[in-house]
């Protein structure tokens, strides 16, 4: 099980930052992902990080948003700025599990318990 924390409510423009943390388990060599979820909608791709550092982000969120790895924590951090009000949804993390498309959630196992962000305007 992964641990988020992080969330919350902020205006448009503001910034966030939500933190996965991999309790008793190390970063997958194929990585990890950030999706979202928002209501009524399919869950969509957010970012993958490899295991070698590499970040994919989606055009939505690239210049946005930054994906990190915090070592001394174990934990894949989201640094998410000039947020806006289309960026309002549950926010979760995962890891991937092989090579297969990064972009789609069902590659992905060892969900978080999903963190709501969102953005008033």
């Known amino acids: 099980q992964l641990v988020q924390s992080g969330g919350g409510s902020v205006q448009a423009g503001g910034s966030l930052r939500l933190s996965c943390a991999l309790p008793g388990r190390t970063f997958s060599p194929y990585g990890m992902g950030w999706f979202r979820q928002a209501p009524g909608k399919e869950r969509e791709f957010v970012v993958h990080l490899g295991g070698g550092g590499t970040a994919y982000y989606s055009d939505s969120v690239k210049g946005r948003f930054t994906v990190s790895r915090d070592y001394d924590r174990n934990a894949v951090n989201l640094e998410m700025n000039k947020l806006k009000p289309e960026d309002t949804a549950v926010y979760y993390c995962?890891?991937?599990?092989?090579?297969?498309?990064?972009?789609?959630?069902?590659?992905?196992?060892?969900w978080g318990q999903g963190t709501q962000v969102t953005v008033s305007s």
């Open positions: 995962a890891i991937r599990r092989d090579a297969s498309d990064s972009a789609d959630p069902m590659n992905y196992v060892y």
